[in-house]
């Protein structure tokens, strides 16, 4: 099975804390200590050894650099060791990527984590939304 | 007149033939600019825009579309080749003939999901995966590791069984025929299919895997059953929908071409479960 409860996820990410030294480590504390106090929807977890950042909509305008295509506003931004995974949301509120793309997931934690399991190491190819005029 | 055959019914010499038809299209780059299309619709399509791929009414006919553009391809290559169906009702399990070493190769190792068999094996070397959403450039599949059944006849029939053609909103939350054949909704057919292939057939490159197009010509014949069950049923939306292709609308990429003009599949091909046309029977 590849489901995971939300324990074994904090679980996963806290256990990789020690390792990460003191760089992430004010970030990591925050997320794990005091959830309440940072965007919603803001994940930096390492996950079978990848590392997970997800910045959510609303503070996520000012990063996306040149990366501007159809239907990318409005959406997080998925990060899987720094390369940005393509999602999409679907009307029920449900997720999907272009690692998983026919089948969804409840929240983008749980697809960025599908997609660690996707990949088995590999990593992402580059960010390349197409607007629809392929 | 082309007719699209079950695979478990194709001679030896019509599997040949057939995947040296695709080896061919590979080495040349053509088949590529198919997954390439394919992945930016992926992309592109989406509930509240525009959409024209995927999660809309023109699901059937753009990818009915997409694989006479295909079939014409390989065509050009072997006149004598017709994209084959694969009904996963049928032949559903990885011991299925399909994934024989003789045809498309069968699941991937445990390691890394690389195929190791067949004429689409990494080591081959003439099958890479050149069109990607990650590094690895090796045909993957994971046989029935994402969800472990594929969909029964009895799944079949009861989304055959759904008068309406599709409905509002037109994308993936909607009732109705076309919803639940993709499979964002209800018993979940097509998609389902991707997902118990695995590997690049999960991903916005499905069509990696030589299989997309044999399961695509199955989706493509389940529209035309519907059909002939519901024959006082047509496509929707007929006209005014805004971001998705009423039924004279065309659709990209061709711009040239309107589900109206799909809807009959007999003017391009015939399944080999339906009976000759007369035209095509004079010809023999």
Partial sequence: MNKITRRQA????????????????????????????????????VYQGRRIRITPAESGGGHHGGHHGGGHD??????????????????????????????????????????????QGAVLAPFAPMGGTA | ????????????????????????????????????????????????????????????????RFLLEFEAALQKVDPKVALPYWDWTADRTSRSSLWAPDFLGGTGRARDG??????????????????RVDGRAYLRRALGSGVAELPTKAEVESVLSMPVYDMAPWNSSSNGFRNHLEGWRG???????????????????????????????????????????HPK?????????????????????????????LLDHRKFYTFDTEPVPAAAASQR
């Fill in chain 1, 74 to 119: 409005g959406l997080p931004t998925v990060r899987i060791d720094g390369r940005e995974l393509h999602v999409m949301r679907n009307a029920d509120g449900t997720w999907i990527s272009v690692v998983n793309h026919y089948e969804t997931y409840a929240d983008p934690a749980s697809l960025a984590r599908a997609a660690v399991r996707e990949l």
């Fill in chain 2, 233 to 261: 049923s047509t496509y929707l939306p007929a006209a005014g929908t805004a971001n998705v292709i009423d039924l004279n609308d065309t659709m990209r990429p061709w711009n040239d071409v309107t589900p109206a003009d």
């Fill in chain 1, 10 to 45: 904090l679980g996963t990410a806290a256990g990789a804390l020690s390792a990460l030294g003191t760089a992430g480590a004010t970030a990591h504390a925050a997320a794990a200590d005091s959830r309440a106090s940072i965007p919603a929807g803001t994940v930096d977890e």
């Fill in chain 2, 1 to 64: 007149m082309t007719v699209r055959k079950n695979q478990a019914a194709l001679t030896p010499e019509e599997k040949r033939a057939f995947t040296n038809a695709l080896l061919e299209l590979k080495r040349t780059g053509v088949y590529d600019r198919f997954v390439t299309t394919h992945n930016g619709f992926i992309m592109s399509d989406t509930d509240s825009g525009d959409r024209v791929g995927h999660r809309s009414p023109s699901f059937l006919p753009w990818h009915r």
């Fill in chain 2, 187 to 229: 018993a979940n057919l097509h998609n389902r299919v991707h997902v118990w292939v695995g590997g690049q057939m999960g991903t916005g490159v499905s069509p990696n895997d030589p299989v997309f197009w044999m399961h695509h010509a199955y989706v493509d014949k389940l529209w035309a059953e519907w059909q002939a069950r």
């Fill in chain 2, 114 to 131: 690389q195929v190791t068999d067949g004429p689409f094996a990494y080591a081959g070397g003439k099958w890479e995966v050149n069109v």
